[in-house]
C-alpha cells in the first residue's frame, strides 16, 4: 500500500531541504553561477512532467534520489548518512548514479558508458533526467559553464548519447526528448550555430 499522497509531499520537500543544506557552498559552473540545488531539482521535476513516461505517478524513492544524486560525489555526505535518512532504496539509487572519485575523469566518463545498461531501472531513469538537464544547460550561453569551447560542448553530446543509450528502454518520454536534441538541437557559440551532436545517426 502506498502512502498518502500528502505524506510524500512532505518527505519530498523535506529531501529538497536536506539537499539544499548539503550543497549550500555550491554553485554552478555557468556564467551566472546559480545555486547548485537549482540542477538537481531540475532533474527531480523532469522526472515528474508531462513528458516523462512516469508521469503521473513518479515513485517517491526515485524522486528523492533525483534530488540527492550529486551529494556523495559532491558534498560532505556519506553514504551512511543517506542510509539513516533516507534508507537504503535510495541511497542505492544514489550510489549507482555517483562516479568514483578513485578514477580519473576519462575512467569515469568510460565508466558511465560500461554500466549504463546495468543500472537498476530506478537509476536509469535518474541518469536520463540528470543526462537532460545538463545538455539543456549546455544549449544556453547562460546554462553553460563559461569558456567551453564548440569541440568541448560537442564532445559532451557525444559522450552523453553513448550513456543515455544504455538506459533509454526504461523511459520512452525522456528518451524522445533527448533524441529529438542529439537529432536536431542547435547552439549558438561566437556569433555562430552549431549542431549539438554533429556526429547523430
Not at 512532505?10 to 554553485?27: D, K, P, V
Not at 572519485?101 to 566518463?109: C, G, H, S
Request: aromatic share 6%; proline share 7%.
Amino acid at each position: 500500500m502506498s502512502a498518502p499522497a500528502s505524506t510524500n509531499v512532505s518527505e519530498l520537500l523535506a529531501t529538497a531541504h536536506w539537499a539544499a543544506l548539503a550543497h549550500s557552498q555550491q554553485r554552478r559552473k555557468s556564467g551566472a553561477q546559480p545555486a547548485y540545488i537549482q540542477h538537481p531539482l531540475h532533474v527531480a521535476s523532469l522526472l515528474a512532467a508531462p513528458a516523462s513516461s512516469l508521469h503521473p505517478d513518479p515513485p517517491l524513492e526515485v524522486l528523492q534520489a533525483a534530488i540527492l544524486h550529486d551529494t556523495v560525489e559532491d558534498t560532505h555526505v556519506t553514504e551512511q548518512d543517506l542510509l539513516e535518512r533516507f534508507g537504503p532504496v535510495v541511497t542505492r539509487i544514489v550510489l549507482e548514479c555517483s562516479d568514483d572519485k578513485d578514477l580519473n575523469k576519462e575512467q569515469r566518463k568510460q565508466a558511465q558508458i560500461d554500466s549504463a545498461p546495468h543500472k537498476s531501472d530506478q537509476a536509469k531513469h535518474v541518469k536520463l533526467a540528470d543526462k537532460l538537464s545538463n545538455l539543456t544547460d549546455l544549449m544556453s550561453p547562460e546554462g553553460r559553464p563559461a569558456g567551453w569551447s564548440v569541440k568541448r560542448i560537442q564532445e559532451y553530446f557525444i559522450w552523453a548519447k553513448r550513456v543515455t543509450d544504455g538506459c533509454v528502454d526504461v523511459n520512452p518520454g525522456l528518451g524522445a526528448q533527448l533524441d529529438e536534441i542529439y537529432r536536431s538541437a542547435t547552439f549558438e557559440h561566437g556569433g555562430k550555430t552549431y549542431p549539438c551532436h554533429p556526429h547523430y545517426e
